[in-house]
């Protein structure tokens, strides 16, 4: 006998197996992102927040306000929708697993009549506790902060009286659409937003940066414990009378580019007097023996804006390879529409009888293709009382433009900073705008389409929309923290196939509530966030 066990009288066997037959039925839900997002605003908690702000109304039922945000927080992070499909988007998820909610509460027209009864007095205390809630959560931020500005283009009509959208140059191409700008200081070591503004989309953004500098001056003196401070932002946001305020700080520094178009003797030096980049990617590509791939530095001094500034022109021969391709495509199609030109023109067709008129289109084309007018010269004469045209390439302009390619200014009044240190914090600056980039796809955290029709409502959301981007670099930073290098998005593909479920047994009146078994991913998000995985169940370690 290899085995024996006793398993009790027949009655008894055949009530074993009854008791643990195959489900009979089986409910599912999304949980894994909403549960996770959740785990972070415990850090924050954005509905008590807003509820310390604005109370409860007299006959007030439902979610309170700041409930509402909180919801709308949540499903930014996973999954936006619009208010319209919130309901329904709620209703297949967890969310009664992780905070109950009366469903038909989150309804269009509810979150109207709360959300109205946040006033931008009201809105801008909200944010003032919610930034200092997370300078607090951070433990504190750096002494460099990053500066950069969008627009959002809406689809509003002309008699729509926001004074926010404006038709103005959209960075989308949709110039036809009125458009609102939305500028964010976030700090450099922890990317968590330290100030954010909404401004009229017709508005330049270095007038915006004139306007609002010295507020932001003061909030990063205000969250900085270093007294020496600097900001990055990019060369949109350059004018004298900015430069001029910062440069009467003598505790405010700042890191900007600035456009080689001005800087012909810059563009000029040879490539011999550039040497590589001591960084982490010059690095791998020496050790793949790939060196003629390094970016490379030229350091200088020049007087700029009224006093001598560190200037680096660096040059990355991937880019400049890129251009060169691009620039020779467009230079091809430039070449090609003249010679219908001279067709058209020396054929003396209609409409191409006038030396004004030919101008007037290769400039649009010009301008479409982004592409120098000043590339070919076109001459005109008139023989026999026809117009007559020629065109010529501009060897001398080309070899200016060619020399442009792959490279790039920067300029600080860090003097004493290294060449690396500049370089690096200024292109720390794009991960502001990969931030930017995320809030204009339709994935996560998008910004757009807004469906909001007044400026009350707009300054909401979008306040809803940076609590969102934030929630999302806070759990990248806890999972930083616990050695799982994952981004949010990935964090948030993972963890929605993680389900909860409702098992109904044979035999058994009330279900049994589990969860998946999580994947290897899965763990790691669960483990990081200080939980475990046993017996269907996500347990606090």
Known sequence: MVFQEYLGTIDS???????????????????????????IDKIVDIAGIVDEVISRGKNETGPTEGEYIYYTVLNRCVEPRSKNAME????????????????????SKRYWDKWDRISKRVLDKIIERFLARLA???GGYSDCFLFDTTN?????????KSKLAKRGKNKSGKDHLRQIGFALVVDRATRLPLYFTLYEGNKHDSRLFNEIVGLVVQRMKEECRNQDLTVVFDKGMNSEDNFHYIDKDIHVHFVTSFSPFHADDLMRVRLTEFRPLEIPRNKKYIDEDKEEEQVLVYRARRKLWGKERTVLVTYNPRTARKKAYKFQEKKNCIGRLLKEYCKKVNTGQKYWRKEEDVKRRYNTECKRLHISPALYELTFEMQNGSLKMEFGRNAEEEKVVRQRFGKNIIVTDNMEWSTEEIYTAYLDRNNLEQEFRKSKSHYQTAMMPSYHWTDNMLRVFYFTCVVALSYMRLLEMRLAEAGVAMSARRANDVMKTLHISYVWMKGKKNPVRMIDVPTEEQTAVLNALGYTYKDGCALHV
């Open 13 to 39: 066997i055949l009530r074993m197996k009854r008791e643990h037959g195959r489900p009979v039925k089986t409910l599912s839900y999304g949980f894994g992102a909403l549960w996770m997002f959740n785990e």
């Open 88 to 107: 329904d988007w709620y209703r297949g998820t967890g969310i009664q697993f992780i905070r109950p909610v009366v469903l038909p509460e989150l309804t």
């Open 136 to 138: 607090q959560v951070a």
């Open 152 to 160: 959002q283009y809406t689809y509003f009509s002309g008699t729509n």
